[in-house]
């Protein structure tokens, strides 16, 4: 199964200041069509996750624009321009390229 | 609007067997590849099986002989038939629909105890 692996886990941020998420897989995640299938996953507290961004950089409907995703092959990316108090919870990266999907160890995100 | 609800879980013995309900609404789930992922008490996210088109369907290692996954075109629902129960396999339930390569819908979660 490819192992995707993130960092930091932890991941302590001021209001209105920059994040940044690192994913990277251990195989290329670039599919027999082109495609990249890197998805990334907000899991605020006690809900269920929610997509964010899908095949490396699409935002979802109703995502605020301060999410972005980046990245290529092996190591990808989630950055939030600014936190804001409903940023607060864990994220996670989903490989869907390769089967089983596999996700990351999650990075939680809470307020300095 | 696309809607996903789960029902089933429950406290259960160690040996003992569950069925999980997924109720869809907003979509067939007969004409989509519909999946159950899991989240251990505070832990992440794992895949556990999916059901494809054609009605094959494919298992976590952890979870093969023990685990089954159907659906009921009629009723609109996905299920998981969870026997040989055993304490690791405690956790939220999640029903989600596949979407080529993503997830692009999730339940709300149900959760499942195993404990004597």
């Known amino acids: 199964d490819v192992v995707m692996t993130q960092s930091p886990l932890s991941l302590p941020v001021t209001l209105g200041q920059p994040a940044s998420i690192s994913c990277s897989s251990s195989q290329s995640l670039v599919f027999s069509n082109g495609n990249t299938y890197l998805n990334w996953f907000q899991q605020r507290p006690g809900q269920s996750p929610r997509r964010l961004i899908y095949?490396?950089?699409n935002r979802d409907s109703g995502v605020p624009d301060r999410f972005s995703g980046s990245g290529s092959g092996t190591d990808f990316t989630l950055k939030i321009s600014r936190v804001e108090a409903e940023d607060i919870g864990v994220y996670y990266c989903m490989q869907g390229t390769h089967w089983p999907y596999t996700f990351g160890q999650g990075t939680k995100l809470e307020i300095k | 609007e696309v809607q996903l609800v789960e029902t089933g879980g429950g406290l259960i013995q160690p040996g003992g067997s569950l069925r999980l309900s997924c109720v869809a609404s907003?979509?067939?789930?007969?004409?989509?590849?519909m999946m159950w992922v899991r989240q251990a008490p505070g832990k992440g996210l794992e895949w556990v099986s999916i059901?494809?088109?054609?009605?094959?369907?494919y298992y976590v290692d952890s979870v093969k002989g023990r685990f089954t996954i159907s659906r009921d075109r009629s009723k609109n629902t996905l299920y998981l038939q969870m026997n040989s129960l055993r304490a690791e396999d405690t956790a939220i339930y999640y029903c989600?629909?596949?979407?080529?390569?993503?997830?692009?819908?999730w339940g709300q979660g149900t959760l499942v105890t195993v404990s004597s």
């Open positions: 095949t490396v950089s």
């Open positions: 989600a629909k596949d979407a080529t390569g993503s997830i692009d819908y």
């Open positions: 907003g979509f067939t789930v007969s004409s989509d590849n």
């Open positions: 059901i494809y088109g054609g009605d094959s369907a």
